[in-house]
């Protein structure tokens, strides 16, 4: 689905393979259903697609696109706060949208899921989240509603990406 939807969007759909790959990475060390993470990553930005972009918000569009076309409520939940995008939906005045359609659940797949996306790069190539960071700005430039929500969340961002990477780090040396 994430292909057929994002082959206009050739860049979105090479981010998308490469969180994939890298869900598949960190699901057994995590201790995660690698399914249900391979599919949140795949179609975590299926709400740029063209045809599917509503709102302009990403999340809640994908996460609509997918709720009606039956897919798994845990991946729906899972792309409609992926990233915490709970911040950009306040950003953007749809927050209360989101949170009644989707209510946000605080377990470990939605910091896996921010782990994979805020450490691939547009291209797909792996980055620091500093970096990723500083990429999205750039990208979007100062003004652009991306660019706010990016500041706002960046401490959180970092947290959830400092505590995966500490669990990874603790179950490589623990399989060692």
Sequence with gaps: MARECLAALPQRRAHVAAVADRALDVAGPLGLEGDLLEAAAWLHDIGYSPPIAVTGFHPLDGARYLRAAGADK?????????????????????????????????????????????????????????????????????????????????????????????????SVAQSK
Aim: aromatic share 6%; charged share 30%; proline share 5%.
């Design 74 to 170: 845990r991946v729906v939940n899972l792309v409609a706060h992926h990233s915490h995008a709970v911040v950009e939906a306040e950003e953007r005045g749809l927050a209360k949208n989101l949170l009644v359609e989707f209510p946000y659940d605080d377990t470990l797949p939605h910091d896996a899921l921010c782990y994979c996306d805020m450490t691939t790069g547009p291209d797909g190539q792996r980055m620091t989240v500093q970096d990723r960071l500083v990429e999205i700005r750039e990208r979007y430039g100062p003004d652009d509603v991306v660019s706010r929500f990016i500041t706002k969340a960046e401490p959180v961002i970092v947290e959830t990406v400092e505590r995966i990477a500490g669990r990874l780090d603790a």
